[in-house]
Structures are given as structure tokens and as C-alpha cells.
């Protein structure tokens, strides 16, 4: 075997044996009277451990499910199905549907019929005194199962929580995670902190919540049981375990009982994200916790969110002292989820979706009424495939990474994205007072043209994409010209 085989042959063995795993993702929900559209706003940068591994967008229909049917998640996991499995979309894992449960799905947000949308997960560390006494179960709820199991169910955020809360009870958790959940009324983050323990915590109309990969919650009332909710006894079992030193039911700090606070992988982020938000209030970098939730000091648009997911500390008094961004090199998407109250049924929930990493496109506005999605987005594997949107916009992001050509080219493609995306911020609110007028009109041309909307913007954005890796790879291939002296040419042309 030749050493060019033998290197094949060992990037072949060690891609085999990697197991891709979302990770390290930070995360923004706004209440609807703190958003700049009036909207419940979920978002959140799904990071990768690797940075090839596309993603594929999918619409589920609705299905009539035989009585007795058992769902075999894709852990291993049986489960009960119910009678009915809502439709819902979502994002998934390119071999998700393709190797029956051998494909790891990692449908990363989805929005049901329901208008129940969900982003999963921001994964957090369970600390070892607590692993101790209630283990994380090997077979248990995970972050890859979560939307596949709730989104065909729920009806309403708050039910959403109550059922992903009964499974982990029930069969219990494997991971730390932290979860969003929104409908047209309500938004709730829950967080999962041991084998059978979570919480969750309605957020405040008027403020934002900003969470990266550590636990979160702290200073609740177990007692509201209009803004919080969590597993049976989990004071007592918090009490009878020593994991606080005197639980406060009235201020309860579920983070510090269950996870691992005061770590600057995670607090820098949530600091940069406030600091982004809320600048008049000044917080000293590093603190063992930040305040759960903050009012902004204006109202958040798409871009504001944007930007928090885009974010680095240039400027910051992290600039060069924290290790972990906001936004990174190994995003596999990122997703920003409006929820409009006074939008028509099928057209309230508008997903601003990029495929690859954040930095290399624009956030796109598609409606959830979609029932059609362009053949690019729903093909691509860990190879590369110039068919693939996900592959398209992941390339365009090499060719702009700092290491080629100085990142002379980062700035440039950042400016033609900053362009479009701007033209969909602002074009939003007149395409919905349109629709609103169609849909009295006609419910399914509304609907209908909210589909061909959606599908005509990503593939604009796409061949945007296609246009500006053309013209990046002409300009690169010229710098790589070199003038042979007839000497020189002589030797190359005899090798």
C-alpha cells in the first residue's frame, strides 16, 4: 500500500468512528412586549463537534397512527405513540431518516401545527454531586429525540414542558440541557438537571433571557405556579441531598443545586449577550451568575438577535481573555423563531433559518405554512456535495475563513449578507399586512403564497451564495498565478 492510500485509508477509519455530537450552543428568547415586531422570539446557534456534517430541512405531515404503536427513538428509546402525530417542521441530521434508527436525528427546532415551536438544546454540565444520587440514564430523553418526540404531541408550550417533564420523570434524562418552548402566548425555558429533575420558567413578557451551556435558573418561586413549573419533589430532593446549603422555595436555585455555575465558558457569553442588550446596565465580567432575565434597553429586532449570535468580544473587556465566542467556526445552523400573536393560525410562526455557520449568510425568513422545500436544502451528506445548500454556504465560509488570503474576503461576502438580510428584516412587516389582507380574502392562496415566498428566498439567498463563491474562487485562482523564467518552465514542463 502506498503512503497516499495508507493517509486515505486512516481519515477514512477515523470519520467512521467520529460521532458527531451538538454541542456548546448558546441561546436568546424575547417576550413579545420586548421584541421591536410584537413577536415571542426564540433563537439559537446549534454548535457542532465537527465541521461537515449537513442538515437537511424537512416537513412532517400529519399521520393517523394505529393504537398500540410503540416509537422506537432513534437512542434505542420505546415510547407509547399517540393516536395522532401533529405536522410539524424541522431541521435534522443529513442520515436522520436514512438508516432507519441508525441515523442520529438532532431535529434541532421545529414549529407544529399548533404553532408550538421548540429549540433544542443549549447542553449543560450536571455536577457530580448530583449525578451521585439520581445518575443520568444511558437510554433516557436526549437532545437528539427531543422535538421528534414533542413536537408531533403538543399542543401548547406549557404542555410541551409539562409532557418533555413527564418523559424525564418516567424514563429519565442523559444529558444536561437547557430548552426552549414557545406558542402564541407564552414562552418557557426548561432546564433538565439530573436523571429525573428539571425546571421551567415562563419568560417575563417584557424581558429577554440569554443562556449558554451552563444551568440557568435561580432565584424562582417554587410557589408561582402560574410562571414556574418542575418535577414532583425536587425541593425535597434537593434538601434531603445537601446539593444547597438552606433551599429557599421563594428564591430557588435550581443552577447551583444541579449544575456547575461560575464557569467562564459559559458565564462570558451570557455576559457578552446582556452587555449586547442591556448596555446602560454594567456588570462586571465573570460573576458566579447573571440575572436570569434583563429588560432590554430597546426593543430586539431579528437583527439585534442576529447580532447576539454573531457576536465575539471585539471591543469587550473579554477581548482576548475569553476563549469561547458566541458566534463560531463549527455552527452546523442557526435558527431565529417569531411567534406573531396576531397573525392568522398558519402563518404566526416565520423561522429565520441559516444552513452552516452564522457568519457566512443571512438569516432567511420561511413560514412554517410551508409544504414544499427546495431539493438543495434537503440533500448534502459529510461529503461535499456542490448540489447541497448546507455545502454551498459551508464552502463559501472556508473560502472567507482568516486563513485564506489574510480573511481578505470575510468582510466583503459579511457586507453582501449584512445587504440582504437587511432587505428581509425590512421587507417582513409589509409581506405580513398582505397576508393578513389575502388570508380574510382567501385562507389558501394566503397560504399558498406563503409557501412560494418562502421557497423563492432560499433559493435567492442560495444563488447569492453560488454567485459570491464564483467570484471568490475566480479572484482566488488569480492570486495563485506565478511567472515561470524559461529555466523554471523547462523543468515543470519535463516533471
Avoid at 287 to 307: G, H, R, T
Avoid at 438 to 444: A, C, I, N, S, T
Avoid at 449 to 464: C, E, I, M, P, Q
Amino acid at each position: 500500500m502506498t503512503t497516499f492510500s495508507k493517509k486515505i485509508l486512516a481519515v477514512a477509519i477515523t470519520s467512521a468512528i467520529m460521532v458527531p455530537t451538538a454541542q456548546a450552543c448558546t441561546a436568546v428568547a424575547v417576550g413579545k412586549n420586548a421584541s421591536a415586531s410584537g413577536a415571542l422570539i426564540i433563537a439559537r446557534n446549534e454548535d457542532f463537534s465537527i465541521n461537515n456534517w449537513a442538515k437537511h430541512m424537512v416537513v412532517h405531515p400529519r399521520q393517523t397512527i394505529e393504537d398500540g404503536t410503540v416509537w422506537t427513538l432513534s437512542n434505542g428509546l420505546k415510547v407509547p405513540a399517540p393516536n395522532v402525530s401533529y405536522r410539524y417542521t424541522s431541521i435534522a441530521d443529513w442520515d436522520a431518516y436514512q438508516h432507519s434508527n441508525d441515523g442520529k436525528v438532532f431535529e434541532e427546532r421545529g414549529v407544529n401545527e399548533y404553532n408550538v415551536a421548540m429549540s433544542s438544546t443549549t447542553s449543560a454540565e450536571v455536577n457530580d454531586k448530583v449525578k451521585a444520587v439520581d445518575p443520568l440514564v444511558d437510554t433516557g430523553i436526549i437532545e437528539e429525540v427531543m422535538p421528534t418526540l414533542i413536537l408531533p404531541q403538543a399542543k401548547s408550550a406549557r404542555e410541551a414542558v409539562q409532557l418533555l417533564g413527564h418523559y424525564v420523570e418516567q424514563y429519565g434524562a442523559g444529558e444536561g440541557n437547557g430548552i426552549q418552548f414557545s406558542d402564541k402566548d407564552e414562552i418557557w425555558y426548561m432546564e433538565i438537571g439530573s436523571g429525573h429533575h428539571w425546571m421551567a420558567v415562563r419568560v417575563p413578557d417584557d424581558q429577554y433571557l440569554i443562556m449558554a451551556n451552563g444551568l440557568r435558573i435561580h432565584g424562582v418561586d417554587l410557589n408561582d405556579k402560574k410562571n414556574v413549573m418542575a418535577s414532583r419533589g425536587v425541593y425535597d430532593f434537593v434538601k434531603k441531598h445537601n446539593l444547597l446549603k438552606n433551599p429557599d422555595r421563594k428564591s430557588f436555585n435550581f443552577a447551583k443545586a444541579f449544575g456547575v455555575i461560575n464557569d467562564p465558558y459559559n458565564i462570558d457569553r451570557e455576559w457578552l449577550g446582556q452587555q449586547l442588550l442591556t448596555p446602560s446596565v454594567k456588570q462586571k465580567p465573570r460573576q458566579a451568575q447573571y440575572p436570569l432575565f434583563m429588560k432590554p434597553d430597546e426593543k430586539i429586532s431579528v437583527l439585534d438577535v442576529a447580532n447576539v449570535l454573531r457576536a465575539d468580544y471585539k471591543g469587550t473587556a473579554l477581548e482576548g481573555k475569553s476563549e469561547r465566542p458566541i458566534g463560531i467556526d463549527r455552527q452546523a445552523e442557526s435558527h431565529i423563531i417569531e411567534m406573531y400573536p396576531d397573525m392568522p393560525k398558519e402563518l404566526s410562526a416565520v423561522i429565520w433559518q441559516t444552513v452552516g455557520t452564522v457568519e457566512d449568510t443571512a438569516f432567511v425568513p420561511i413560514f412554517n405554512a410551508m409544504d414544499e422545500i427546495p431539493p438543495a436544502y434537503t440533500v448534502g451528506t459529510d461529503q461535499y456535495d456542490d448540489q447541497s445548500a448546507w455545502w454551498t454556504y459551508r464552502s463559501l465560509g472556508t473560502l472567507t475563513n482568516k486563513h485564506v488570503m489574510d480573511g481578505k474576503y470575510a468582510p466583503v461576502v459579511r457586507s453582501v449578507w449584512d445587504n440582504v438580510e437587511g432587505q428581509y428584516v425590512n421587507s417582513q412587516p409589509y409581506i405580513n399586512s398582505m397576508l393578513k389582507t389575502m388570508y380574510k380574502q382567501d385562507p389558501d392562496m394566503a397560504i399558498q403564497f406563503a409557501n412560494d415566498y418562502s421557497n423563492g428566498l432560499l433559493s435567492r439567498t442560495l444563488d447569492k451564495a453560488r454567485a459570491l463563491k464564483s467570484q471568490l474562487m475566480t479572484d482566488l485562482t488569480r492570486s495563485t498565478e506565478k511567472k515561470y523564467s524559461p529555466e523554471e518552465f523547462e523543468k515543470i514542463k519535463n516533471l
